[in-house]
């Protein structure tokens, strides 16, 4: 949270340049904010319904306050989006920070209570590979193949098809659009992988590494 206020509010009208978004190909340290946010839902997921994990009817007893979570926060997220545009729907941007943790978190629950640790990990790779292989060389008319811009690339071309212009925060692409939740939930759950693997029995050194392995991965 300390993070997030340095990097959005440093108290300067201009803020710091190591506190700055990459404008595309790189990484600065408010890149890594709501990455870390997605893998603490992922924890907190892990804690909250590991108790029903082992339950025949989990899914059933959980899905009605997952759903109502995540539709709480798609709320929450389209009314800021409605405010900052002077509650304008010829302008209203549909995707968003907020909207973006509300899928990653009904999707990652649902998974965690019906998947084991090994096919949680085996579909974070699929997801994390698929990502890549169709950003790289997903052959659509208008997109160059490996050519990868802020235009040019598969995940924009499915945001400009969906929305016009008006509702994307860049115009031509959106940060939090559909494709890109791919890896966003496979951050998700990765910090439900390793809270899970936090609470096993292992030695406090080797749960150090892959803590640091999976925030820094």
Request: hydrophobic share 50%; glycine share 6%; proline share 4%.
């Amino acid at each position: 949270m300390a993070l997030m206020i340095l990097v959005n509010s440093p108290g300067y009208q201009q803020s710091f340049a190591w506190a700055k978004h990459s404008n595309w190909n790189g990484c600065t340290l408010a890149d890594v904010v709501f990455p870390f946010f997605l893998f603490i839902v992922g924890m907190s997921i892990a804690l909250a319904f590991s108790s029903l994990k082992s339950n025949a009817n989990a899914i059933k007893k959980s899905t009605p306050i997952i759903l109502k979570k995540t539709f709480v926060l798609l709320l929450i997220g389209i009314a800021f989006n409605l405010w900052s545009s002077h509650f304008s729907f010829d302008s209203l941007r549909y995707y968003g920070v907020l909207q973006r943790i509300a899928i990653c978190y009904a999707l990652a629950s649902f998974i965690f209570l019906s998947t084991s640790l090994r096919k949680m990990a085996i579909i974070v790779a699929l997801m994390l590979s698929g990502y890549w292989l169709s950003m790289l060389y997903m052959p659509l008319n208008g997109l160059e193949i490996g050519q990868l811009t802020p235009y040019n690339n598969l995940a924009a071309y499915i945001v400009r098809f969906l929305f016009s212009a008006n509702h994307l925060y860049g115009k031509t692409y959106d940060p939090e659009g559909l494709l890109s939740t791919l890896p966003a939930l496979a951050k998700t759950l990765s910090g439900v992988i390793t809270c899970c693997w936090f609470r096993g029995n292992h030695s406090a050194p080797s749960k150090k590494i892959w803590l640091y392995s999976r925030i820094c991965g």
